[in-house]
């Protein structure tokens, strides 16, 4: 069973647009969320993230909020630019004997037109 | 500052082959991973290691062994290798350090892309 989901394989946004990447997660023991961006031929790289007791996190052009009752959080991006083209990854932190873990969603590809 | 650094980048098997996928940082981590990448199914964890001379199996363990003789360096291996093992694997390292995720953001390589025929 899937833990963390993204619904979306892919969006498409006009450049200067707001894009918003999605991803529900089932289980309620994750402590933080976060979200990493990956570029073709390279590794995924960490982008923003939020604590499961916080309901918002900005960073610059990037917010994230947090829905926990409906389990669901939310990457926006404002104004969307070309370089902001990758596929984005939600993945949900949990700590089990001491190790941190993380459970990935499949990625949503973004593409950025101009 | 190399980072995370992974050995091969590409690599082409035939089906029961074996061979060794090297992880290396040079960031003093403690914890180490290995995830596999497949279409459709984001990053899945296949090991991961708490620190030097330990391994633990993660989500997707069989078919693979681990072996982190030295803190820097953390090494995937197929003994047998069989097409369901075609696959994007990503290494990943992280402090560990207690706290928030600012603390320990796992840094990934590159990847390896393999092949099995």
């Known amino acids: 069973d899937q833990q963390v989901k993204q619904n979306s394989p892919s969006l498409s946004v006009q450049e200067g647009r707001i894009s918003i990447l999605n991803c529900d997660y089932t289980?309620?023991?994750?402590?933080?969320f976060l979200w990493y961006k990956k570029y073709p031929a390279e590794g995924p790289t960490f982008l923003i993230s939020?604590?499961?007791?916080?309901d918002k996190n900005e960073d610059g052009r990037f917010t994230v909020f947090l829905n926990k009752s409906a389990k669901h959080l939310s990457l926006h991006i404002v104004p969307s630019q070309p370089g902001d083209s990758a596929v984005y990854f939600c993945?949900?932190?949990?700590?089990?004997?001491?190790?941190?873990?993380?459970?990935f969603g499949q990625g949503t590809r973004l593409t950025i037109n101009p | 500052n190399a980072g995370v650094t992974q050995t091969p980048k590409f690599r082409v098997l035939k089906t029961g082959q074996s061979m060794t996928l090297l992880c290396a940082q040079d960031?003093?981590?403690?914890?180490m991973y290995w995830y596999r990448q497949d279409p459709g199914m984001g990053l899945r964890l296949i090991h991961y290691?708490?620190?030097?001379?330990?391994?633990a199996k993660g989500e997707v363990p069989d078919g693979y062994n681990v072996s982190r003789l030295k803190k820097q360096n953390f090494l995937l291996g197929l003994e047998s290798a069989a097409p369901s093992q075609t696959s994007v694997y990503f290494c990943?390292?992280?402090?560990?350090?207690?706290?928030?995720?600012?603390?320990?953001?796992?840094?990934f390589g590159a990847g390896t892309r393999l092949s099995v025929l």
């Open positions: 960031m003093n981590h403690e914890y």
């Open positions: 993945a949900a932190r949990s700590i089990i004997q001491g190790a941190q873990k993380l459970v």
């Open positions: 289980n309620s023991m994750f402590d933080y």
């Open positions: 990943a390292s992280t402090d560990g350090l207690a706290g928030g995720p600012a603390k320990n953001i796992q840094y």
């Open positions: 290691s708490v620190g030097e001379g330990t391994t």
């Open positions: 939020i604590s499961s007791i916080k």
